[in-house]
């Protein structure tokens, strides 16, 4: 018994040490090795990179939490006072709702320019069933208007960011990202031609340079707005007209 067992275990080490050998004769063992090294290392670093990214959520959703206590209370004071006020003849309800609607559309507009708060697209469109109307010969003009629509900032659809293709801005969700050089970072560098053009974003299918005067002063004569040459160009432009 005891000699049979001896056996099966010296024909197996000596199965396993010509297995080994005949790895390495054609480095064959190497690459598994390394291989199955690199497998782990990539397994402990998407662990890691989960981990740190549920407690980062963890953080965040902790403060919305807390910050939609203080907005409850904040507008329950709020509502309260209005109710005392119409109550008392103060004030009118229809007052109220136009004054409110006033003061929402300058906070908007002041939030936008600030880069305060989460941009979306607002109606939302399915991009791959979108029809756009706008018909521009953009490679004979080119060289006149250098690209200039893809400087302009927009917000990106929910379709964008699901799909993960279309890169937006991390310190401003969810403008369209853009290089130092202020244009999308989807254009490619001297041909000027779109990377992602299959999936191009809602505003980029529907922007019509022919009417926007910050770019073309004389569309039909082919005659720029001499204020898109400049660097700082369009957050210094007089009309400032964002797509979308």
Not at 93 to 99: S, V
Not at 195 to 217: E, F, G, N
Request: glycine share 6%; hydrophobic share 35%.
């Amino acid at each position: 018994m005891h000699s049979t067992v001896a056996a099966n275990d010296f024909l197996l080490k000596y199965l396993l040490a010509f297995w080994q050998f005949y790895l390495r004769s054609f480095g064959i063992l190497e690459i598994f090795m390394e291989s199955n090294k690199a497998n782990l290392t990539f397994s402990f670093q998407q662990e890691t990179l989960r981990k740190e990214v549920a407690e980062g959520l963890l953080f965040t959703h902790g403060r919305l939490s807390e910050n939609t206590k203080l907005t409850v209370e904040a507008g329950s004071f709020l509502y309260g006072l209005i109710e005392i006020l119409i109550e008392k003849g103060i004030l009118t309800l229809e007052e109220i709702d136009d004054r409110q609607l006033q003061v929402a559309e300058r906070l908007v507009k002041k939030n936008k320019e600030r880069g305060i708060g989460i941009l979306l697209q607002e109606p939302e469109h399915d991009k791959y069933k979108f029809n756009s109307t706008s018909e521009i010969d953009c490679e004979s003009r080119v060289s006149l208007c250098k690209a200039s629509c893809c400087r302009l900032p927009f917000a990106l659809s929910k379709q964008d960011i699901r799909e993960g293709v279309v890169h937006w801005d991390l310190g401003q969700p969810y403008i369209i990202a853009q290089g130092k050089d202020g244009y999308c970072c989807h254009l490619m560098g001297k041909s000027r031609q779109c990377s992602i053009r299959q999936h191009r974003p809602v505003p980029c299918r529907a922007y019509d340079c022919s009417k926007d005067q910050t770019i073309w002063l004389d569309f039909e004569e082919r005659i720029i707005n001499p204020e898109i040459l400049q660097e700082e160009w369009p957050r210094n432009a007089t009309k400032n007209q964002e797509r979308g």
